[in-house]
């Protein structure tokens, strides 16, 4: 899949992960729980379905996994949102990582979530992580196809070393009083990645971005229909 790590950041030749089964149970509000078992483990998440559209988004969260997002539940949020516009509706995929905190593993799991939603019918799929997650989407949007963009919430550093690579759409956004994460970070990160990109920095906001949750809510919305599907949202 890459070159050999040299500095625990590269996925080595040999990491594979191939999803052997899907099972799914619908739950009243119209999503579905997953569990995607792989040649490397179960990953759990929840699927908001939008049927007969092209368009997704996957979301994944920080070093804890877990599926709500940062800002008191974002990622459920958003997938509403997504899914239920009049027009061009987005389905959405929240990820619960099988070995959280451990970048290369997590990085696969996102690889596999993105597999899934092409099995399902996407062709463009937005990557949406916090935290240690958002260095996770970068590096998941370096290596699939299916990625056609990138939006990365408190960024952590490591696993970004060649964002270069990325070469899509990238949103960076970060509070600029992150006391576990500085907002460095992010401007690092948009230094070093390549066009087009957007930095984002939120004045008295923290690491989980709850001060600006509904500006933030805002902007995403309308960047991840931009990033899909080409058209405002």
Known sequence: MADTPLDGETLSADAEIAIEAVAGRESPDGTFELLIKTSRGEISGVLHPCEGE????????????????????????????????????????????????????????????????????????????????????IKAGELSELACGVAALSSQLYGTRTVERLGKPLLLAHGTLDSVLDCQASRDIY??????????????????????????????????VEVTCGESA
């Open 54 to 137: 092209s368009c997704a988004v996957l979301f994944l969260g920080g070093a804890l996994g877990g599926l709500e997002g940062p800002a008191g539940g974002l990622y459920p949020r958003l997938a509403q949102a997504l899914a239920a516009r009049e027009r061009g509706g987005l389905s959405s995929l929240r990820l619960h990582y099988r070995m959280p905190g451990e970048f290369l593993e997590c990085a696969l799991d996102a690889l596999a979530g993105l597999s899934f939603l092409k099995g399902i019918g996407a062709r463009r799929v937005a990557v949406v992580g916090h935290s240690f997650g958002a260095a996770v989407a």
């Open 191 to 224: 230094e070093r990645a390549r066009d087009p990109k957007q930095l984002v920095l939120y004045e008295g906001a923290g690491h989980a971005l709850t001060q600006c949750a509904s500006e933030l809510f805002e902007l995403l919305r309308g960047w991840l």
